[in-house]
């Protein structure tokens, strides 16, 4: 694919030329970026790909970490439009509100994306962390992790301690994550050509959402028999 052609086609229909230099910069680096990384990447080859003089960074952003940053907000958004987040407050059950927790994690993640390099930068942030990720950590990650500790909370026995609320909410996002970062090897291993339908993001949340269903009962069951023995216990 011509890189320049694409994103000067994506420019096409911008009514402000400085916008659609602006524009193209910032697709230029989000596709840069996620394949070679923040150092890995030069000023000189995004504005390359841009079709645009190397001054023009300055001009619109600063600096590399500056584009850097603005490049991570771009990549939230376009994740955010294409799968936006419902209102949860509306599920009638927490049950229901985990299932479209882990269906929209695994949509942002493993769904059908037009442009990739989104989901590809946002990983690299969330396996190797850099300063330009707190205004993403802060005003993306945060509130949906938020969100799955008050469901698993509720799904849960209150006297269920912070920890094991965390720990469950944690296993239950990793086992998305594990579907985006083990996607090439899982379709290595299933060789039978049916990874599309029976790994399809549908299949995956059921089966994701049955067994950390099994495993949030099993806590449960955990920690009712451990209040039976300590209730047994003082009655001794």
């Not at 990983?123 to 945060?142: C, H, R, T, V």
């Not at 039978?192 to 993001?201: H, I, P, R």
């Amino acid at each position: 694919m011509d890189s320049k052609k694409d994103l000067a086609e994506q420019c096409a229909n911008t009514t402000g030329k400085q916008d659609c230099a602006r524009d193209r910069i910032l697709q230029a680096a989000g596709r840069t970026f996620a394949e070679k990384g923040f150092r890995g990447s030069t000023v000189r080859e995004i504005c390359d790909v841009a079709g645009v003089n190397i001054a023009s960074v300055n001009y619109y952003f600063g600096d590399k970490k500056s584009l850097y940053e603005e490049t991570l907000l771009l990549a939230r958004e376009m994740g955010a439009q294409k799968y936006p987040t419902p209102d949860f407050t509306s599920y009638e059950s927490p049950e229901d509100r985990l299932r479209g927790m882990i269906l929209l994690l695994l949509n942002r993640l493993v769904g059908n994306h037009s442009e990739p390099w989104p989901v590809k930068i946002l990983m690299k942030e969330i396996l190797e962390p850099s300063a330009a990720a707190k205004p993403l950590i802060d005003g993306y990650i945060e509130p949906f992790l938020d969100a799955v500790f008050a469901t698993v909370a509720q799904l849960l026995p209150p006297e269920a301690p912070e920890s094991l609320i965390h720990q469950t909410a944690f296993s239950i996002v990793a086992q998305c994550l594990y579907y985006r970062f083990a996607n090439s090897l899982n379709r290595m291993v299933v060789v039978d050509g049916s990874y599309e339908k029976e790994f399809s993001v549908n299949a995956l949340g059921g089966q994701i959402y049955e067994f950390s269903l099994a495993g949030i009962r099993g806590a449960q069951q955990r920690l009712e028999s451990e209040k039976q023995g300590q209730f047994d216990s003082a009655v001794v």
